[in-house]
């Protein structure tokens, strides 16, 4: 528990955080998580609400996960619709924890930044702990923090691309900008080696969805990832060596011979 | 043997018609005016059990070879020119995910599309071809259904009719069978609605010999012919329990996935849209769930969650339905509760 992850009020002892939309069905979601030991799922509710918080069933059912829920406003492209989305959310799911995105574009659905710090402000001031979807740009990160957002989530890929860490570069000075400040890489991985490779870079968390639901078989997806973003924590935390250009042998072979012969053949 | 059926959809014709054919007396209560009005009415009718696989459990492509069958030997009105599964282009990767998760179809290149579906000519340069599935009229095959029962086996149809479960283990029957679909929520711990919007376009334009399923990276969409110049296109899966309210967006995509098959649909009428709720249970695999009367008549089978596998599922459905009332059998994939 000493490598412990902490999120506003909460603390966390899994860094795999998953989505709960378009598996086969419900019960394959719901073992997904358990057996990966999810920390934190997320869970839409602009479409699912309809007229009268319809989507109830669903909702009472991820509930019923044991799991910290963190409701989200996938499907929201503008500030107001964002603002309603997760008012409705801390009611349906008595948290004030909301998962923020405001999407700029229907193709890449990147986030709309300007919409996100707008929405970020009010629903800060409102109470809310805000986890907003960005992307790596480091004055949109800076401009959400004054918001009041302690945590920031920036895109790896497109959401659903599974193409992984698109701009490493931009990460790992994000990374490198922002040291204390929870980062979770939200959208794009598609396979465990990308998560991997965020936690070895230092990211505090990663979230997906598409890469475990739309598996072959989800559930072994979802442990998949769990080793390999617990693989990338345990190699960040073990200050993992340089690469180097040359090679450096582990045994000094200075003096012994080194041909056919000293294999035994 | 006295029989009596709640609920007159898809569930409940089938098990009716089974039961009749082995001589037993049938009353179908419906709540509705007519029989096949619920969630049936808005049904696809796509017999595809092979495609179906992408994302369902292998008991339903095993029930769903039986009913395809089922609805060939029993319906006339059935199509057998199997079904056609395209991407656009950018979308690729979804046709090869397809391709890997299911099996029975072999892959299509453009001039092959054409001389399937002249009209698709040029659209798409890579198809999956499944050959041995079918479609029908979910409509006219309930209406079909419908008439046979009443006129060949005299079963009796009561209309407007609600009955409350209190009153399931009257018995005047030997059995109740409750096939009310989302209805009978009550009844169970974990049912839950999911909404599906489908609309009904028409177009002289566009011929069609069989469904068409454009995969979407969010859900699937599909193109089924039906007749007079009629597509219906569908449908939505929505995880909430509104039984009405088609959103705006809905009928957007659906629109949307139909104008990028066939550019024409954009001059289609549109004649209808739909929306109503498929009875789902968590693993969305059905239940029948028994619950015996401690006297010699007056049991009830519950009968459900055949999610968006109505036409697909009930005749095989109906077939363990007949064998848990006759001889007591026991399936138990289906018949631990949710």
Known sequence: MSDALKLYDAELSSRLMLGTSLYPSPAIMADAILKSKAGVVTVSLRREAGNSRAGQSFWSLVKGLNTHVLPNTAGCHSVKEAVTTAQMARDVFETNWIKLEVIGNQDTLQPDVFGLCEAAEILCRDGFDVFPYTTEDLSVAEKLLRCGCKILMPWGAPIGSGRGLNNTFGLRSMRAHFPDVPLIIDAGLGVPSHAAAAMEMGYDAVLLNTAVAKAGDPVAMAQGFALAVEAGRLSYLADAMEPRDMAFPSTPVIGQPFGKDSFGA | ?338
Request: glycine share 6%; aromatic share 10%; with cysteine.
């Open chain 2, 1 to 338: 043997m006295r029989i009596r059926i709640i609920g007159g959809g898809v569930a409940g014709l089938t098990c009716a018609l089974l039961f009749a054919k082995m001589g037993f007396e049938i009353d179908i209560f419906e709540r509705l005016t007519q029989a096949g009005k619920g969630c049936s009415w808005y049904a696809g009718g796509m017999l595809a059990p092979w495609c179906e696989v992408e994302s369902a459990e292998p008991l339903i492509a095993k029930w769903g070879q039986e009913s395809l069958t089922f609805w060939k030997a029993e319906f006339s009105g059935t199509q057998s020119f199997g079904s056609i599964v395209v991407a656009p282009s950018r979308d690729t990767a979804e046709l090869k995910r397809f391709a890997r998760r299911t099996e029975n179809f072999e892959w299509l290149e453009a001039d092959k599309i054409a001389e399937l579906e002249p009209d698709l000519e040029g659209r798409f340069m890579a198809a999956l071809y499944f050959q041995e599935e079918a479609h029908l009229d979910p409509r006219t095959t309930l209406e079909n259904l419908t008439q046979r029962l009443t006129l060949e086996y005299d079963t009796k149809f009561h209309y407007n009719a609600e009955i409350s479960e209190a009153e399931f283990s009257d018995p005047a029957w030997d059995w109740t069978i409750d096939c009310r679909g989302f209805s009978a929520q009550a009844s169970f711990k974990n049912l839950r609605g999911v909404k599906g919007e489908m609309l009904v376009l028409k177009s002289s334009e566009i011929h069609l010999k069989r469904p068409i399923r454009f995969l979407h990276p969010r859900f699937p969409v599909y193109i089924i012919p039906r007749n007079d110049n009629m597509f219906m296109v569908g449908a939505t899966m929505i995880e909430n329990s509104e039984r009405t309210r088609i959103t705006a967006r809905s009928i957007m995509e659906l629109l949307n996935a139909a104008y990028a098959v066939h550019p024409a649909f954009g001059e289609a009428e549109i004649i209808e849209m739909g929306c109503d709720l498929r009875p789902s249970f968590p693993d969305n695999l059905p239940r029948i769930k028994r619950i015996e009367n401690k006297f010699a008549k007056g049991h009830v089978l519950h009968v459900n969650g055949l999610y968006r596998h109505g036409f697909l599922l009930a005749p095989a459905l109906a077939k363990r339905v007949v064998d848990v009332v006759l001889t007591n059998a026991y399936f138990k994939e289906i018949m631990d509760e949710a």
